[in-house]
């Protein structure tokens, strides 16, 4: 049931002429082809995650029967992302493959925020105009996010080219008297408006009464939990800002970090949707801000759930720039031989709700379970008689009736995204696959749980053949250009004794051991 478009028209009444509301654009906004359609209707049973908001389990199927529609804070971008950033990303990633390998579909928005203080400030130190600064790093966290085989968001937004989506949305709350603006030109939301503010993260409630009682303003985008106040939606110019505003009925300036989401998720997922995710960080202040924003603005629900990846941690310490512990992809691919792929493999090893900690000995206990994966895709294929065939497309993944023996795997990421749980139940399955099950089955099965933990399989190391066996292979080769059928199958016979086969291509032969 929509009742949102009521409350649209009273929020958002008065646009000018030829502007388009916010709700169609959500129907056309999605101009990224669907990665996978998904079986309609969806599984009987969902998949079930934490709720933040709730603290319980609760079952996920899309509110409109048809998509799954979740907003994921995107990244500031500043500099590289670290792989800190990416365990929340790369979690948000299994989140939406485990969805669509069970049958539903989903749409992913997730944000590049471009302007805010840290943007501004570092783009001024690197002497680049802030577009030119956030778009470099907007090209790098594509070329991490590829490497680390994340599947693009459907619908990636950016706070810079929505301003004057922010813009509607501060008037709204203005109107509406939940927003002031201060002598300086700034807006500010009011806190003691909202008496749900505080619900997600728990704030205490002396720090939430001091909040609203005092006349306390945070017009910086971050913030601790005992300052809890009243918070700046629109940022009157100031002159480090340099060049970096916006028109506004308020005067030049530029919107506070935390109205993007609001105004983006509401854009493209509608005043009430599925999921919204972040890092556990973000719980307070930006989610509750947002929270506040989006329910005073649009009157819908805003997000049904929550989810909140917890942090990752490098040698028992809080990544972080002050303590000199951050590490890139770059940095780790430094290590030598260590891939994307290994690193997408820790950041899954652990159960989303516990910490993990980053370690170079889980790095390469990662690179020995996916030679072990490898291996064992070999021989799961040989018997499906599917041995050198590309692994199906995510696509027919999606759309698997059955998993075979894998089916546990999927079952085990079904229930609170548990990757460490649906790691084992990979491993037990190539156990039970040994001796139960339809190989071809079992085959698709296991690809399917690759497919939804986003897992790539290193090609196979092919062992160098020795001299000799070389030379038998080039004999061979000769005897077959001379049309002498039966001194080739000879060579052949030998190879096959010294433990190769011989294959013929386009380009020559391929030698493997039997
Ligand atoms: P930022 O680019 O700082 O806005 O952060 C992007 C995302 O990374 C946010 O969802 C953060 O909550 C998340 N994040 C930051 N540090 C970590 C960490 N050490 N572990 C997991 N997620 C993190
Ligand atoms: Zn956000």
Not at 40 to 47: D, I, K
Not at 104 to 109: A, Q
Not at 315 to 332: R, V
Not at 485 to 492: H, L, S, Y
Request: proline content about 5%.
């Amino acid at each position: 049931m929509h009742h949102g478009r009521a409350v649209l028209k009273v929020v958002f009444c008065g646009l000018p002429a030829g502007r388009t509301c916010f709700r169609e654009l959500w129907f056309s906004g999605n101009s990224e082809a669907e990665a996978c359609e998904g079986r309609v209707p969806p599984l009987e049973h969902g998949v079930r995650l934490f709720d933040t908001m709730t603290r319980e389990m609760r079952e996920l199927q899309p509110a409109d029967g048809k998509v799954f529609g979740f907003y994921c804070c995107g990244p500031t971008v500043y500099g590289p992302a670290h792989i800190g950033n990416f365990r929340t990303f790369v979690l948000n990633d299994v989140f939406r493959r485990v969805m669509e390998v069970s049958g539903l579909r989903t749409r992913h928005v997730r944000n590049i925020t471009d302007v805010d203080d840290k943007t501004i400030r570092d783009s001024q130190a690197a002497g680049m105009s802030l577009s030119e600064f956030t778009r470099k790093w907007t090209e790098r966290f594509h070329r991490d996010c590829e490497a680390l085989n994340c599947l693009k968001p459907h619908i990636e937004p950016s706070a810079v080219e929505h301003i004057p989506e922010q813009i509607e949305m501060i008037e709204a709350l203005v109107e509406k008297g939940h927003a002031y603006s201060s002598d300086d030109g700034s807006v500010y939301f009011r806190i003691a408006s909202f008496p749900e503010y505080g619900k997600l993260a728990r704030l205490d409630q002396q720090e939430l009464e001091l909040g609203r009682t005092q006349d306390r303003r945070a017009n910086a985008d971050e913030y601790e939990k005992d300052s809890v106040s009243d918070f700046v939606l629109w940022k009157a110019r100031r002159p480090e800002d340099g060049e970096n505003y916006w028109e506004s009925p308020w005067g030049q300036g530029r919107p506070g970090w935390h109205l993007e989401c609001s105004a983006m998720s509401f854009k493209y997922l509608g005043e009430s949707f599925d999921l919204h995710s972040g890092g556990e960080d973000l719980k307070f202040p930006h989610h509750e801000n947002e929270i506040a924003q989006s329910r005073c603005a649009c009157g819908g629900h805003f997000a049904r759930a929550w989810f909140h990846p917890r942090f990752l941690m490098v040698d028992g310490e809080k990544m972080s720039k002050s303590l000199n512990n951050l590490h890139t992809l770059e940095d780790i691919e430094r290590d030598p031989g260590a891939t994307a792929m290994e690193v997408r493999y820790v950041l899954i090893s652990a159960h989303y709700r516990k910490q993990l900690n980053f370690t170079f000995d889980g790095l390469h206990a990662a690179r020995e379970a996916l030679g072990k994966l490898t291996r064992s895709e070999a021989l799961l294929a040989q018997a499906a008689g599917r041995e050198d065939e590309k692994p199906p497309s995510y696509r027919e993944l999606c759309r698997l009736e059955s998993l075979g023996v894998f089916a546990p795997a999927l079952a085990a990421l079904n229930e609170d995204l548990n990757t460490a749980e649906g790691l084992g139940q990979l491993f037990k399955g190539l156990r039970v696959a040994a001796v139960e099950g339809d190989p071809l089955v079992n085959w698709l099965g296991f690809h399917a749980v690759l497919a939804a933990l986003g897992l790539q399989l290193p090609e196979p190391e092919v062992p160098e053949a020795p001299s000799e066996v070389v030379a038998l292979a080039e004999k061979r080769q000769q005897a077959r250009i001379e049309k002498d059928w039966a001194g080739a199958d000879a060579f052949r016979d030998e190879l096959n004794k010294l433990g190769w086969s011989v294959k013929d291509g386009q380009n020559g032969y391929e030698l493997k051991p039997l």
